[in-house]
């Protein structure tokens, strides 16, 4: 008995060490992370946190309404700002913006848990910036909180392009690092100790896999400054993010039908991130006069695989004459050629 008694101290002892050796790496390769990818934006105090932004001041001669960039689960500001900052240079002002908890804006109280209380400090920093209407481009989980910002701030939408976004109820359930990183007193044990190590040997496989069938740009982890979702707090807030998405729109998604903004989604055939049939499909039967674009061979990233379609889109949104479906057919022809 004594000597079980021992043993079972002695590996709980090692498990100890481990943990907390695992603790110290996480919290050195987060500094490190900070200090590769330092922020390029502005603090700004919406009340109760502060939302990081880069704020391209409207342009001479611009021809489109301002534009607000909402990227997706797992990501930040880099993410849009890469793909569309230099193509649309001179023709908007822009505002690219980190959700709460995500690059370097701050998580704030509970109700950002879900993408009405994201949408609403988003809504206060576009006000913040002195800009009264814009086209709201939402990718992914981006596409709940642009969806959030249509139904309660519709005065500021003058339109809505979505990008393979996540807005309706699925089968099943999320990942399991996701479950894992919600259970109480062990989820924040797990965000400051393992999933920052796990996370950084499966960097790349999960970067191919939201691109899949399509190859990675290349640079894109860095340019997009991805590793900053590894940091604790950044895991925390995505994986909070991600486990209470589900229960959202279950109870947003029978409202979509009130709004009315000019609206365009654009989805991939072969999504491996999100049930396409399920979430583009069912949002464009639930948004009136909402134009569906189907890209054959397209995967969760339209943004960077099909920016020239995404920007027309956002071009006949703002009301310039566009064939979005001519485009689509352009586009797949490229993907079947690479």
Known sequence: ??????????????????????FLFTQWQARQISQRYPNTGELIDVGGLRLNSVHVPRP?????????????ASGNLRDPMMAFLEPLKGRAEML???????G?????????LTPDGQADAIARL?????????IIIGHSFGGATTASLALRHKNMVQGLVFLSPATHPWPGGIDWYYDLANIPYLGPIFCNTLSL???????????EHV??????????????AIPLVLRPQNFCSNARDVANLLVYVRQTQPRYKEITAPTVIISGDSDEIVYEELHSL??????????LVWVKGLGHKPDYVATDLVIAAIEKVAGLPRDLQKIARDVERRITLK
Do not use: C, W
């Not at 101290?9 to 481990?18: E, K, R, T, Y």
């Not at 690219?96 to 995500?102: A, L």
């Not at 370097?104 to 950002?112: A, F, L, M, P, V």
């Not at 190859?215 to 997009?224: L, T």
């Open 1 to 22: 008995m004594y000597f079980a008694f021992k043993l079972v101290f002695i590996l709980f002892a090692i498990l100890l060490g481990m943990l907390f050796l695992a």
């Open 60 to 72: 001479e001669g611009a021809d489109l309404p301002p534009l607000v960039f909402i990227h997706g």
């Open 96 to 102: 690219f913006v980190d959700r709460p908890g995500h």
């Open 104 to 112: 370097y804006s701050e998580r704030g109280g509970d109700q950002n």
């Open 126 to 134: 576009i006000e913040k910036r002195g800009i009264s209407r814009a």
């Open 197 to 207: 190590p796990a996370g950084l040997m499966q960097l790349d496989t999960g970067v």
């Open 211 to 224: 691109f899949q069938p399509n190859p990675v740009p290349e640079g894109y982890s860095e340019r997009a």
């Open 282 to 291: 069912g949002l464009n039967r639930d948004i009136s006069g909402s134009e």
